[in-house]
């Protein structure tokens, strides 16, 4: 490799000079060579090459070509040779010193992978399923959040994109949700849990005040160009060694590191995105602003006809008509001409009509294209004393969204350092920081931009004059919009009230392993993720919320602090091999979060808690928790073909301590696994290389929040200087045990012709009881509810992994995967048998008639949504009144259940010479979304549905009853309701039945198509260079008009599932990428 020294990165040097001293008491030769694929041909790299000279193994590893050198004691008669993906060979050295060494296909033979506590692991034999995914498959064709590029990856794992654009959460779950209060998994990175919550600012449920605003999740700031590989421990049995923590699975994250070279390896990529809507409502453009065909404005308060609201039912569009609307010209005395929206500068002088036309593409216009970069630069040296890597990452994206924007910027280091020969220290850390001027808001009110421009906006309005959103002379004071009873200028919305943030955040560890003798050896570990995040908010005067402005700062913090031991001690005792392992955790966790907030200024324009002119108010809540583990692990394997796993842990947590006693904290968690690998006992048709059976019994945890056990209190808004504080709503129950998860899992790998055909099943059965759930209590004690334990929840599927390599030959090769799910998860008892819980709710505003209600019942399952719609008789059918309409019906029913009946990944690769492409399909099959922008844009008579409109009306699809109610005589309807009668009613958000939807789609997730340049054309300066055109979300089908059915809405601090509730488009990519290596 070229070596590259510049004065900036002198340092570098340094450091990699600590590894360069090393002295040999005795004579040494130097062996050089090349792993190549027997198949291909092509170099090997990051095989291991090692030799043990009876006192110490060294090794090295190959580079990007297959390269390799290796200095060796003289007397050194062999090396060992090995590569994931293919048979390790032990190769004798006669003499050579210049080797060129093939290696044969046999990936299950030495596929490694990281399982539990950060232990690497042969996957043959392991008793349960993990599915692990390269640095390749991470960083491929990236997004601004890492999670989003595990969509259609890995069976049985649901990743849900946000709904507010760039740097929104994506929500992941594995196999499904099986408790009633918490569903995320647990992240680990090097070995260090890493927070993926959400949160939050404060908000209201009503009317006023903030809305909700999406910061995005923990996950998305894990660098995809860091990571090395992302290894999902799906069910209990993979991680029941992270005890509580390991009832949601866990995501393990293994980053990079640096390599053995000759000098310092540098290598740079970057990714340039265009971004556009990916779907866009289609509207109809024949009905412009108005109520029963009549509009003119005046002040846009109700002092024309209809101004003062915004459905699309007035006059017949591009007839010639014209009327007075919010951009026509008003001429002022003094001859100026501003626009009628313009109310506080013209005092109500006459209007000048305007022509009444279509603006078939104001949303379209309104947003623009987003540009989204990436850029990575890597410089990583080694020796056989240690290596380190530090990686740079710049994101910039400038969103579709006029106004929004996220930066992130991170640097991770890696560092792998053995001071003598028995001690290795490791260090990875990464901090990253990460802002935004403006974050948009989400849900259903005049804060988020669709409320106006999707569900209320009109056909007949321009967005063009918007773009000046201060009425002239008030600038500051007074916005300049198209109605002023309900909404705000969308511009003013995203340019002046603004939601940011910038976030400081450190995660990593140093570890150090001593080893006594080589077969004990003692490994200590403390790591650290670090999160301190400054919010504002900001609301100008004139907001349709806050007509004196508003202010408000938050404060979130995150710390948790993880140091472990673990004493492992392995041994062959001829045909059995016996690994050992004990060791123990602390954790300690530190959460706060604190808002202080204005809701009115004294002065415009001036954002400061210090310009307050209405009382400071006060929100704060914080928490600390530990966790005291000890653990155990003992693993057998016999004769190659028997691998037995036994584990242990004994969890003592705080968040279920009392004041007077420690009895619940205490709680102790087994596991069992077997694999049995068949084709190593007994001799099976040529066409199958490998068969292994699989089998284990798990039991893991989960615990709860603090403060759930104990009573505390609630900080409030200071009266007259002095603190103030609120016993919180919630009794404490100082008997809460732990929800405890019981899971057995059977599987099955077979692999036929040599490993071209994979195929991995997996059956899981797992039973989550002692449920954690918080019931509402009598008003008289004083509380409005309490966690007790109580309730089941059965969980079962099958998960199925397809790996396919059709062709492989020295210049084309072609695989593909295909990851198939199915999944139930069963609610089998509550606390009360019989009863209806409702676990959480998501409405528009405070109104409980426009709900989505999740309601968990005995035999129904977890996911399952209730609303109110129109009544029915028993064949289905609407039975609609006398008067041609249809009848409420407030009982609530089931919507349906928002968890898929089945997800289908198929992701492909081929490569021709220097030619690469790839592409990844992702379909969900079943499950419901109720989608609030469907239902108010319907209603508003936005949308193409609501476009004809019979003068004769229309008459509703039902029937009538002209018998009795005992006696029903059902006859066809034939009472006509105008179109707008009819459109405002079938659609109406009071009844979430009919505005429910199949989520079902098929997506085209990501497609890359590159080139690397010939390496003669450098002349050994560089050692490649990849170009390739880039692409995400390309297409999609769907059953779903308007929008993308990948939705989830927000309540409070609440992300939920199944509600597409005003949400923003997600983006279509297109870009380039270009990657360099020295």
Same mark, same amino acid.
């Given at each position: ?28 030769? &130097? ?8 198949? +291909? ?11 043990? !000279? ?5 090794? =090295? ?100 994109? /946000? ?42 449920? !009503? ?94 308060? /109700? ?122 220290? =490791? ?54 919009? $198209? ?7 969308? $511009? ?24 006594? +003798? ?53 041994? *062959? ?14 954790? !300690? ?33 914080? @928490? ?22 036994? +584990? ?112 991995? %099943? ?37 998960? %199925? ?79 609609? @009144? ?78 009538? *009853? ?20 009819? $459109?405002?009613? $079938? ?27 010939? &390496? ?58 270009? @990657?360099?290596?020295?």
């Amino acid at each position: 490799m070229k070596k590259i020294f510049t004065k900036g990165s002198g340092f570098l040097w340094l450091i990699g000079l600590m590894f360069s001293v090393s002295t040999f008491a005795q004579q040494t030769r &130097k062996i050089t060579g090349q792993i190549l694929d027997a198949e +291909t041909n092509q170099g090997v790299i990051g095989a291991s090459i090692s030799a043990n !000279d009876g006192k110490k193994t060294i090794g =090295t590893v190959s580079d990007e070509k297959g390269n390799f050198s290796l200095i060796l004691p003289e007397k050194t008669q062999q090396i060992n040779v090995s590569s994931v993906g293919y048979k390790s060979q032990t190769i004798a050295l006669n003499g050579q010193t210049q080797l060129t060494i093939s290696l044969q296909s046999g990936e299950v033979l030495n596929e490694v992978v990281v399982t539990a506590l950060g232990l690497e692991r042969q996957s043959k034999n392991l008793g349960y399923a993990v599915q692990q995914i390269d640095a390749k498959e991470v960083s491929r064709v990236k997004s601004t959040n890492f999670l989003d590029n595990l969509a259609g990856r890995v069976a049985g794992v649901t990743i849900t994109g /946000g709904s507010t654009g760039v740097g929104s959460t994506t929500r992941i779950s594995i196999r499904g949700e099986s408790s009633f209060t918490n569903a995320n998994p647990l992240f680990v990175v090097d070995g260090i849990p890493i927070n993926n919550n959400t949160i939050v600012n404060n908000v209201n449920d !009503d009317a006023n005040g903030f809305m909700e605003v999406d910061f995005g999740n923990g996950g998305m700031e894990v660098n995809p160009d860091d990571i090395e590989s992302v290894t999902v421990l799906k069910g209990p049995s993979a991680a029941a060694l992270y005890g509580t923590r390991a009832s949601n699975g866990v995501l393990i994250i293994k980053t990079k590191s640096g390599a053995k070279s000759k000098g310092l390896g540098v290598s740079f990529n970057t990714s340039n995105y265009l971004e556009t809507p990916f779907q866009l409502p289609v509207f109809q453009n024949s009905y412009g602003l108005g109520n029963s065909g009549q509009y003119a404005y005046k002040d846009g308060l /109700g002092g024309g006809i209809n101004d003062n609201i915004t459905y699309s039912f007035g006059p017949k569009l591009n007839t010639g008509l014209s009327i007075p609307q919010y951009d026509s010209p008003v001429t002022l005395p003094n001859g100026q001409t501003v626009r009628a929206g313009d109310v506080a500068i013209h005092g109500g002088l006459p209007i000048t009509p305007t022509p009444f036309v279509a603006y078939p593409n104001n949303l379209k216009d309104f947003y623009g294209t987003g540009r989204t970069s990436i850029n990575n630069l890597a410089i990583s040296a080694g020796n056989e004393k240690g290596n380190f890597r530090l990686s740079m990452t710049d994101l910039n994206s400038q969103s579709y969204i006029p106004g929004v924007d996220l930066k992130r910027r991170t640097v991770s280091t890696a560092l792998n350092f053995m001071p003598i020969s028995k001690l290795k220290i =490791t260090s990875n850390i990464s901090y990253i920081n990460s802002g935004s001027s403006n974050r948009p808001a989400t849900k259903y009110g005049s804060e988020n931009i669709n409320y106006a421009l999707v569900g209320w906006f009109g056909r007949s309005n321009n967005i063009e004059p918007l773009k000046d959103y201060w009425q002239p002379g008030l600038e500051n004071v007074q916005q300049f919009s $198209y109605n002023y009873t309900f909404f705000d200028n969308p $511009y003013f919305t995203l340019y002046e009230n603004r939601n940011a943030f910038n976030r400081d955040r450190v995660f990593g560890n140093l570890s150090a392993r001593y080893e006594f +003798t080589p077969e004990l050896s003692l490994s200590v570990r403390t790591g650290m993720d670090y999160q301190n995040e400054d919010r504002t908010f900001r609301r100008a005067y004139s907001s349709n919320r806050f007509k004196t402005g508003a202010y408000a700062e938050q404060n979130v913090f995150y710390r948790e602090i993880n140091s472990d031991f673990l004493l492992n001690y392995t041994k *062959n005792l001829g045909n059995l091999s016996v690994d050992v392992s004990a060791g123990g955790n602390r954790m !300690d966790q530190r959460v706060a979060n604190e808002q202080v907030q204005t809701l009115s200024l004294a002065q415009p324009g001036v954002y400061a808690l210090s310009n307050a002119a209405s009382p400071l108010e006060y929100f704060q809540a914080a @928490g600390t928790k530990r966790i005291n583990s000890l653990y155990g692990i003992a693993k057998f394997g016999f004769k190659d073909f028997l691998f037995v796993d036994i +584990t242990g842990r004994n969890d003592w947590s705080s968040a279920l301590a009392t004041a007077t006693s420690s009895a619940n904290t205490s709680f102790f968690y087994p596991s069992v696994s077997a694999g049995l690998v068949v084709s190593n006992l007994v001799k099976l048709p040529t066409a199958i290389s490998f068969l292994k059976l699989r089998a284990s019994y798990a039991q893991v945890g989960n615990d709860t929040n603090p403060f759930q056990t104990i009573g505390t209190f609630v900080a409030r808004t200071p009266v007259g200087g002095l603190p103030t504080f609120t016993d919180q709503n919630q009794i404490s129950n100082a008997n809460l045990k732990p929800e405890s998860i019981s899971s057995t899992e059977f599987g099955a790998d077979v692999r036929f012709l040599n490993d071209k055909i994979k195929l991995d %099943v997996t059956y899981f059965n797992a039973l989550n009881k002692n449920q954690i759930i918080s019931l509402p209590i009598a008003v008289s004690s004083g509380y409005g509810q309490q966690s007790i334990n109580g309730g089941a929840v059965r969980s079962k599927g099958v998960e %199925v992994v397809l790996d396919l390599t059709p062709i492989r030959t020295n210049v084309f090769s072609w695989r593909s995967t295909f990851n198939f799910s199915t999944y139930q998860n069963i609610v089998e008892k509550l606390p009360i048998p019989g009863q209806t819980i409702t676990l959480a709710y998501n409405r528009i505003y405070d109104n409980v008639n426009q709900t989505v209600w999740y309601q968990v019942k005995e035999g129904g399952r977890m996911g399952d949504m209730y609303g109110t719609g129109y009544l029915k008789n028993d064949k289905g059918e609407f039975i609609i @009144g006398k008067d041609g309409r249809y009848i409420v019906d407030n009982n609530l029913r089931k919507l349906g259940n928002y968890t898929p009946d089945f997800m289908v990944g198929f992701n492909n690769t081929l490569s021709y010479k220097n030619f690469q492409m790839s592409f990844l399909f992702d379909w969900r099959q079943g499950g419901k979304v109720v989608s609030r922008t469907l239902a108010l844009a319907a209603v508003g008579g936005q949308l193409i549905e609501t476009e004809d409109r019979p003068e004769a009306g229309i008459i509703a699809k039902g029937v009538v *009853n002209t018998g009795t109610a005992e006696n029903p005589n059902y006859q066809p309807n034939t009472t006509a309701v105008s179109a707008e009668t009819y $459109y405002r009613m $079938y659609y109406d958000r009071n009844h979430e039945e009919n505005n429910t939807y199949d989520a079902s789609y098929l997506k085209l997730r990501e497609v890359l198509i590159g080139y690397e340049l010939p &390496k003669g054309w450098f002349k050994n300066r560089i050692e490649s260079i990849n170009v390739s055109l880039i692409g995400r979300n390309l297409y999609a089908f769907s059953k779903i008009p308007h929008f993308d059915p990948e939705q989830f809405g927000f309540q409070g601090q609440k992300l939920m599932s199944g509600v597409e509730d005003m949400s923003y488009p997600t983006t279509r990519s297109f870009g380039v990428k270009l @990657g360099i290596t020295f």
